[in-house]
């Protein structure tokens, strides 16, 4: 490979103004094609085979339309009405209040009015004595007169809900102005005293993932790659590779609507990977070329040799990247399986852009590409082999004690860990808002009135069709009985039949949030007892709603973790294998990423979820699809800084260096290039924090933190120590593997001679 890729960096070098007007024209055509063809992003949440399914299949069946109120697509909002200080909704005042915002909703346009909407503050006795429809906790479980839309034994007449469907097809089509009309309508009821706030997904602010951190981090690493160049003009060059593959990737995902529907996140997570990984290859090569420029014969030939090695470790570090994104395609939830593709597209072109675009523009700059040097940094080049680096010194120090180092990596790493066995996963809640929003507003008020767990209520559908008619009361009975005899159940309402007589449904509330494990809990010990229940009555019944589907999920993803790292870090491995001719590196690459996802986690448990140090005002459970984007994400990056620091070592070694020396000069040679990559990754990730969305803060903190973990410990002290302890057998493979290997040649043996200065021979004194 090292050869191929000598010949085209030669070429690309010398026929510059040939290679860069292919790729301005390259993307004209992407641009002109996507703009012509492409068509509005979806998103969809869907995920197959979840046990909730069986609750919606019954709901069909004897509810015909009631499953929508549990679609995902679906434009719902139900507004929370609290009393005044000291009265009751009930007062004739309070009660013309609310009468008069049901009139204005019903005259609202952009409610579906396909059913009007009634006043939700009624008495028992007004309704007949029956159990209200299955919209919501609007219950009362007795006759006694009271207000049978609340259910606080204290204050029993102080809140109430009102549920609302709207006309709008899909929460993706809700615009600023539907939500602004849907809340401004209880205007005339808030004057009037009243507290009304609106939940659902009317309510939610649609905000897709802004600019600002990809600014940031454009920002960051130019300054960066001052410092590690030396000068200016180096530094821009970078940048330009990383908009031109950035803008190729999604221009090419946006075409690609034009065939099938493609979540809005995708070009978040493309946008978020090319931008630091084209940064990151062609801060590997520039740097690479630089060495070059002071040891080949000519800037065409460096330009060559830079591509051949570093040109090398940037393909297969590309290609970790690519199987670490698209295998979250084995989780099975359809916008993860985008995002990876869209991240692993990124990850491609980043490639692209460094292996074609880079040595063209090397070519147009040439020996101009380093002036004007800074005064005070370029003297501190890790390329010259003449003045000692700051990496050097820390390599000597770990050459030195080993046995030290990797004990304080290890130990730091441990305990850091310690909290990730308490992680609790959930999906974004409404307790997890911001607290002047509504939406929040909504949720505490609600709590309030019918307890936390009414935030979360599980929707049982019941088959009845196996149960002989004279015997379905008592199974209906009996299900009531089984469900309200769980510590955790506060109560259960119904159950509601159905017009044909073999259906039901009840309203089990919790007494715990939605996003509590012992709700949780409660789902799965509620299911269990279905086979009792069917062999002693023949009834069938599933359990549905928020909470119940969030639950699924997130044992989905949970489920999905073993087998998504086994599957990725079993192809790393295997491609590893081959870039570095050995089993142990590889190995102890990987093992070492374990060690930083177990402190990511543990971090990010105790300052997310346990609220320790104060950091954050509101702890709640992490995000359940963080973990598994965590470990992709990280992953790849993880073996990028494995790639670009070790293969540098491998090419010393194989080059005839002692394995000390090998880690030594290779560390020297790459720290700064690995240390600049962490930080504007870390900048990049760090930028989220700013959100006021508290899973863009987690997100971006776990992120951050996953990548200083893993480059800072384990890449440059960790993985050093263990190959200085290891000595030769760090590059030891079977002599039967290695016929089998193909030679990729990463370090550029194939290319002969590179007539080194005569520091490159000396050998380096780690006393």
């Avoid at 600002?212 to 690493?221: N, P």
Wanted: net charge negative; aromatic share 8%; hydrophobic share 50%.
């Amino acid at each position: 490979m090292s050869v191929y890729l000598y010949r085209w960096g030669k070429f690309a070098f010398r026929r510059k103004w040939f290679v860069l007007p292919v790729w301005l024209l390259l993307l004209v055509i992407l641009g002109s094609v996507s703009q012509a063809i492409s068509k509005p992003m979806e998103d969809d949440f869907t995920m197959p085979n979840l046990p909730s399914e069986r609750a919606t299949e019954i709901l069909d069946k004897h509810f015909p339309g009631a499953s929508d109120a549990f679609n995902f697509d679906a434009v719902t909002g139900t507004y929370v009405i609290g009393a005044p200080a000291g009265t009751k909704l009930t007062d004739p005042k309070n009660q013309a209040s609310v009468d008069a915002l049901v009139a204005k909703l019903n005259n609202l346009g952009i409610v579906d009015h396909e059913k009007p909407l009634e006043s939700p503050i009624k008495t028992a006795d007004e309704q007949g004595c029956l159990i209200p429809d299955r919209s919501g906790p609007n219950f009362t479980s007795d006759c006694s007169g009271a207000p049978v839309n609340v259910l606080n034994k204290e204050t029993p007449d102080s809140v109430a809900i009102l549920p609302v469907k709207f006309s709008i097809e899909k929460w993706q089509d809700i615009t600023e102005e539907d939500r602004t009309q849907a809340y401004d309508v209880a205007d005339e009821a808030r004057a009037a005293g009243l507290e009304v706030e609106l939940s659902g997904s009317i309510a939610q602010e649609n905000e897709g993932p802004g600019g600002s951190a990809e600014l940031i981090g454009m920002g960051v690493a130019l300054i960066v790659m001052i410092v590690a160049f030396g000068a200016i003009v180096a530094a821009f060059v970078p940048i330009v590779t990383a908009v031109v593959g950035l803008s190729a990737a999604t221009m090419l995902i946006m075409a690609g609507t034009a065939i099938t529907s493609i979540p809005t996140f995708t070009t978040f997570l493309a946008s978020m990977i090319g931008i630091a990984l084209s940064i990151d290859y062609a801060l590997f090569i520039v740097s690479r070329y630089k060495h070059e420029l002071s040891v080949s014969s000519s800037p065409e030939e460096a330009a060559g040799r830079a591509l051949g090695t570093a040109g090398s470790a940037v393909v297969f570090a590309g290609l970790t990247v690519i199987i670490a994104l698209t295998g979250l395609s084995v989780v099975g939830v359809s916008f993860l399986t985008w995002m990876g593709l869209g991240g692993a597209l990124a990850a491609a072109f980043a490639v692209l852009v460094a292996l074609t675009l880079m040595p063209a523009l090397l070519g147009a700059f040439g020996r101009f590409l380093f002036k004007p040097k800074i005064p005070g940094i370029a003297k501190y080049d890790p390329e010259d082999d003449t003045h000692v680096t700051n990496g050097m010194r820390v390599a000597k120090v770990i050459g030195r004690y080993p046995a030290i180092t990797l004990a304080a990596g290890v130990i730091v790493l441990g305990l850091l860990a310690i909290p990730a066995v308490n992680l609790n996963l959930g999906l974004p809640g409404e307790d997890s808002l911001p607290t002047t929003s509504t939406v929040r507003k909504a949720y505490e008020l609600r709590t309030d009135g019918f307890g936390e767990g009414s935030n979360g209520t599980l929707s049982v559908a019941v088959d009845l069709a196996s149960v002989a008619p004279d015997r379905r009361d008592a199974a209906l009975d009996a299900l009531k009985t089984e469900l309200q005899s769980y510590s955790d159940m506060d109560y259960v309402v119904g159950p509601t039949k159905s017009d044909d007589g073999a259906g039901a449904t009840f309203e089990a509330v919790p007494k715990s949030g939605p996003n509590n494990q012992e709700t949780k809990e409660l789902v799965k010990e509620a299911r269990q007892a279905e086979d009792k229940l069917k062999s002693e009555y023949g009834i069938e019944y599933g359990i549905t709603g928020t909470t119940a589907i969030y639950a699924d999920v997130d044992n989905v993803l949970l489920r999905s973790i073993v087998p998504y790292m086994a599957i990725v870090a079993g192809a790393a491995f295997i491609l590893l294998i081959l870039v570095f001719r050995s089993i142990l590196v590889p190995l102890i690459g990987a093992l070492g990423f374990l060690l930083s996802m177990g402190a990511t986690f543990g971090a990010t448990v105790l300052i997310f979820q346990e609220g320790t140090f104060g950091l954050i005002s509101d702890p709640h459970p992490i995000v359940s699809f963080l973990p598994i984007m965590l470990i992709g994400l990280v992953f790849g990056l993880a073996m990028d800084y494995q790639v670009f620091l070790v293969t540098r070592m491998r090419e010393e070694y194989v080059h005839g260096a002692t394995p000390l020396d090998a880690m030594v000069k290779g560390y020297h040679h790459g720290a700064r290039v690995v240390t600049s990559a962490a930080i504007i990754m870390i900048s990049v990730f760090s930028a989220f924090m700013l959100e006021s969305d508290p899973t863009a803060k987690t997100m971006g903190f776990a992120l951050a933190a996953g990548v200083f973990l893993d480059a800072f410990i384990v890449r440059m002290v960790i993985i050093p120590a263990l190959l200085a302890l290891l000595g030769e057998k760090a590059w030891w493979i079977p002599k039967w593997l290695d016929r089998i290997v193909p030679n990729i040649d990463v370090e550029g043996e194939k290319l002969g001679p590179r007539h080194p200065v005569k520091e490159d021979l000396e050998p380096v004194s780690v006393s």
